[in-house]
């Protein structure tokens, strides 16, 4: 069963519509993750979460927000998406703190800008 | 500031081959190192996860070793199979708290 789901899989947006990505996650983990993955790239940090605390990347754009409501649910928020934008966006869950940190990943979503 | 590097970036064998993929990382001071799967269009999967402490972890047809000394880690892959194709990602944690550090990748192709 998938631990990680993210939702929905393939986004098609308008340029400059808001657009809304979800994450849930069954494993109780402390952190959450955002990132954004563009073609043959490693994946980069846009946003973290350790419980409640949010961590934003000092190069993640203003465009990017994210919502944390409970321990099982985080949101990405893009205010006005932009052509550069279109990517591969990824979830992913730790559980921090010391022991096994092992993350785990949902199966993205891929965000198409139109 | 951590960086992680991965070589080659691509890499095509035959089926039945054994292969070596290495990762590089410039700050020794690691938590542990993971190594994940990516197919095309698709999440990721991790594969092995060795801790700070570890030198190597198995599963399968899979080993990785951690020489944190050196700053190195390599995914050694047994008995290729056309099924293995994919990226393969490196990444190291810092700390508990920090997030996970990637590498670009190496993108394998195992041929029938």
């Known amino acids: 069963d998938a631990m990680v789901i993210q939702n929905p899989r393939y986004q098609v947006t308008q340029f400059g519509k808001p657009v809304t990505l979800s994450c849930s996650q069954t494993l109780n983990h402390n952190v959450m993750y955002w990132y954004q993955q563009k073609s043959s790239q490693a994946p980069k940090l846009l946003f973290h979460?350790?419980?409640?605390?949010?961590?934003n990347e000092a190069d993640t754009p203003d465009n990017f927000q994210s919502r944390r409501p409970n321990t099982s649910f985080c949101f990405l928020d893009i205010r006005s998406p932009g052509l550069g934008d279109a990517a591969m966006y990824l979830c992913a869950t730790s559980r921090g703190g010391r022991g096994n940190t092992e993350a785990f990943f949902g199966q993205g979503t891929r965000l198409t800008v139109v | 500031k951590q960086e992680v590097t991965q070589i080659p970036a691509a890499l095509s064998v035959p089926e039945g081959e054994n292969l070596v993929l290495n990762c590089s990382f410039t700050d020794s001071a690691i938590y542990n190192l993971q190594w994940f799967r990516q197919d095309p269009g698709k999440g990721l999967t991790s594969l092995l996860l060795?801790?700070?402490?570890?030198r190597e972890q198995t599963s399968g047809r899979l080993n990785a070793s951690l020489d944190k000394s050196s700053g190195r880690s390599t995914l050694y892959i047994a008995a290729s199979q056309p099924g293995d194709s994919a990226t393969y990602l490196c990444a190291v944690l810092n700390s508990g708290n920090t997030p996970l550090v990637f590498g670009k990748g190496t993108r394998l192709s195992v041929i029938a």
């Open positions: 060795i801790q700070s402490s570890q």
């Open positions: 979460y350790y419980d409640k605390d949010f961590n």
